[in-house]
């Protein structure tokens, strides 16, 4: 009879673990889907290294140019 209760309140503390630890894996799955999927969207949202250095180059090309032109107007105007 003995062995007959140790048998049961074994096999529901086993149950119960399992069923907690089928529950806890279930979120962590659920967790890295979320997760992988904020990455994806920041990925969309945001530029990289590389782009934002070629944006800068070219707003410092354009104002290397309009400096150039200012000069050129400004040394043009003050000869005559």
């Known amino acids: 009879m003995d ?9 529901g503390v086993v149950g ?3 069923w907690v630890l089928r529950e806890k894996s279930a979120e962590i799955i659920r967790l890295s ?6 990455r994806e969207e920041i990925a ?3 530029v990289t290294k590389t782009e ?3 944006d ?3 707003v410092l090309d354009r ?3 309009l400096d150039e032109k ?7 105007t003050s000869a005559k």
């Open 3 to 11: 062995m007959m209760l140790w048998n049961i309140i074994l096999s």
């Open 44 to 46: 969309k949202e945001y």
């Open 52 to 54: 934002s250095h070629a």
């Open 56 to 58: 800068i180059n070219r």
């Open 16 to 18: 119960i673990s399992g």
């Open 70 to 76: 200012l000069d050129r107007l400004m040394g043009g």
């Open 33 to 38: 889907i979320l997760l992988n999927r904020t």
């Open 63 to 65: 104002l290397d140019r």
